[in-house]
């Protein structure tokens, strides 16, 4: 009985018969890092088959894609695959998988937005030209295939990691000095119709809720518009994004799926996502609740006003495990963070491999807690126990979270992005997370910590 509900709940992919047994005896461990992950696909080594990994269907997902993978190459097909999921689900993961899959019926490509990312795994593996193509900048790849090159994409797959990131038309236009004119989605829509009628596959990996930079705030209507403005489009898609899609006229197929609703990084982050994310919402509560769960399972939630107390915390607790990685992360709208000891990188910062790869010795490690990067250098990457400076760009009234500093006249909504800041900057733990909140003038910094207590996070000892 218990296999057949195993079996029901989480098919083991391909067929095989499983052996229910060992998998229900063998001992929980999060998936590898993504970096040490990228290292194992790129060296062709199996990833570790292991419980979470199967709850949480990943294999299946990666199946599926191929598949469908497999039906646009048969039928001369374009296909749109959106793939969602919450922080730390395996999306990133997911897209390395595939675009390294041996079953891939057309060569592949895994672009993406997010520099730091692409540095980090760059550093990672090694350099040279081939881990150059393991992974690639988007806007260096739109401009290859768009602006130096007339000829059809070789690569007939694009997987495009953090796709909700996507550029709308005017940062495009902006970025790029006028060479290129559309949305991010136009463009990559554009590459397939360059050429003869041929199959073309565009995976789009979405993390909700993780849009922070001007110019990202479209969402999924950009890519709505995108296959609209095209002819031939299919679309593969969880139900709540299909919808708009069908609303649309598209041909849109529905897979359940494709919404990756597990966290993969630990068996505690997921808990610590739903922390954030009654946080953020302003029900302190509730977030106690889920925080009083935290403290349970042995995950660290400590909020602090002496950043120097959790320096040494975090440096005593990994002291005896040199593979652990660490380091501060900032708001980029706290202007003021290196009354501190903090240096904020800058945003054109070169040196992303060597602050999450390296040791404490290193003068450009994170571990040495006093080079900080903000959202736009963490957002798809991790840390074992992050320490995270709040900043008064985002405070708490007594009521309500409150927006200080963003007037950009190119953001359409700066609460929304604020408060994805802070999203992205409060899960990137495995083991844990620490806040610091600055004692300040303002009343409002009190508040805040005030309210980071409420929510659960614990005091400091010392």
């Given amino acids: 009985m218990l296999g057949d509900l195993i079996r029901e709940l989480c098919p083991f992919p391909s067929g095989k018969p499983a052996d229910v047994a060992a998998w229900t005896s063998a001992p929980y461990c999060p998936l590898p890092s993504l970096v040490e992950a990228a290292r194992l696909l790129f060296e062709r080594q199996p990833l570790p088959r292991i419980r979470r990994a199967e709850s949480a269907r990943i294999p299946e997902t990666v199946s599926l894609v191929e598949s469908i993978v497999g039906e646009a190459a048969r039928h001369n097909r374009r296909t749109l695959v959106l793939v969602s999921g919450v922080p730390g689900s395996g999306k990133t993961l997911l897209g390395l998988q595939l675009v390294h899959s041996r079953d891939l019926a057309l060569p592949a490509v895994f672009v993406s937005g997010n520099g730091p990312l692409v540095q980090v795994l760059q550093y990672a593996l090694g350099g040279g030209r081939a881990r150059r193509e393991f992974v690639q900048d988007l806007r260096s790849f739109l ?147 889920i925080a009083s769960q935290l403290h349970e399972s042995k995950f660290t939630l400590y909020v602090a006003r002496d950043l120097e107390a959790l320096r040494e915390y975090v440096r005593h607790r990994y002291e005896s495990d040199p593979a652990k990685r660490y380091g501060i992360l900032v708001s980029s709208k706290y202007r003021n963070a290196g009354v501190h000891g903090i240096q904020p990188v800058q945003a054109s910062y070169w040196y992303y491999g060597e602050w999450y790869e390296e040791g404490p010795s290193h003068p450009r490690s994170g571990c040495g807690l006093r080079i900080a990067v903000t959202e736009f250098g963490c957002q798809g990457l991790e840390l074992d126990c992050p320490i995270v400076c709040w900043g008064p760009d985002l405070t708490w009234s007594g009521a309500g979270w409150v927006v200080r500093g963003s007037r950009s006249r190119h953001v359409m909504d ?21 806040v610091f909140v600055p004692q300040g003038p303002d009343r409002e910094m009190d508040l805040t910590y005030a309210a980071l207590l409420r929510a659960g996070a614990l005091r400091f000892p010392g």
């Fill in 143 to 289: 401009r290859d295939k768009l602006i130096r090159s007339q000829a059809p994409s070789r690569e007939r797959v694009v997987v495009f990691d953090e796709a909700q990131r996507a550029w709308d038309r005017d940062r495009v236009l902006l970025k790029h000095k006028g060479q290129l004119v559309g949305s991010e989605p136009e463009l990559l829509v554009r590459i397939a119709d360059r050429g003869p009628h041929e199959a073309f596959v565009l995976v789009a990996l979405i993390g909700e809720g993780q849009e922070i930079h001007a110019g990202e705030e479209a969402g999924i209507g950009q890519w709505v518009e995108a296959v609209c403005g095209s002819s031939g489009w299919h679309v593969v898609a969880p139900e709540h994004l299909a919808q708009r899609f069908r609303a649309a006229g598209v041909e849109t197929r529905v897979e359940s799926i494709l919404n990756l609703t597990s966290t993969l990084r630990s068996h505690r982050a997921s808990l610590a996502a739903k922390w954030v994310d009654l946080l953020l919402a302003g029900q302190l509560d509730d977030a106690a609740n």
């Fill in 414 to 434: 700066p609460g929304r992005l604020r408060k994805n800041a802070y999203r992205v900057l409060l899960t990137r733990g495995r083991d844990g997370l620490c």
